[in-house]
């Protein structure tokens, strides 16, 4: 079976560059650690995963559909504009796409969603013939998995494979409900507000009971605590934004196809790859 290996570029490029222990810097003095870090994971995540098809998908600085749903979706995000380059993350970029490049990767950069919808959209396209990897920290690819797509969270040695027993041990509710929870207990990363009086215990309860949202909703005269229930009735609105903000889907027009994303190449080693793209000397 084909085996997809679909990578969170601009998660993974945050998670390197401030995760590295030390600033690296080339001969010339330019800032290569997110570099280093960058290229240093895909290929290990690479021979973890050994798949067949490999794609890594970064977000584009654009206007958030989202943003229109409720304004402070990810509001909270720094600003990078203003800060030096061995600071911002964003300036690294073109060497990681060099050495993208290099190893004959696809890679493709948003311009109209998110690197979720791609992602979304890959998963939900190809993901019941076709054996699935997400490489990404980003819960909300939770509600994705399945027996054939699984979620990967790189920390080398430490890594996680999140399976569908992962998710209801960890949160006590299925992968198909994730969307449902997330949005009734927010999601600090992305600003996201949920319902007061819910936490992740209640949430899952409360799916347990009504099995998702919509039905929590409809029938919040029948939740038996008090506060909860005129939580869930004075919350009402804002969950269904919630919702619309965290629910992926297959609606994403894909950059690439299937076909497109073959991957045969031995992975070389880090510093071969940053080598031959003049990186380091």
Known sequence: MNKLLLVDGSNLLFQMFFGMPARIFNRSGKPVHGTVGFIGALLKIIRMTKPTHVTVLFDGEHENARADLNADYKANRPDYSKASDEDNPFTQLPDIYAAIDNLKIKRAETTVCETDDWISAYALTYGKDTQIVISSF???????ITDKISVLRYRGVKTEICTPNYVLNRYGVSPS???????????SSDNIKGADKIGPKTAAALLKEFDNLE?????ADRIERQSVRESVVK????LKTNYQLIKLTDGAI???????LIYAVPPSTTTEVLKSTGILP
């Open 177 to 187: 409900q994730y969307a449902d929870f997330k949005s009734l207990v927010g999601d």
């Open 254 to 260: 894909l950059p690439f196809r299937l076909d497109d």
């Open 138 to 144: 980003d819960s909300d690819y939770f509600q994705l």
């Open 235 to 238: 919350n009402t609105e804002r």
């Open 215 to 219: 039905n929590i909703i409809a029938n």
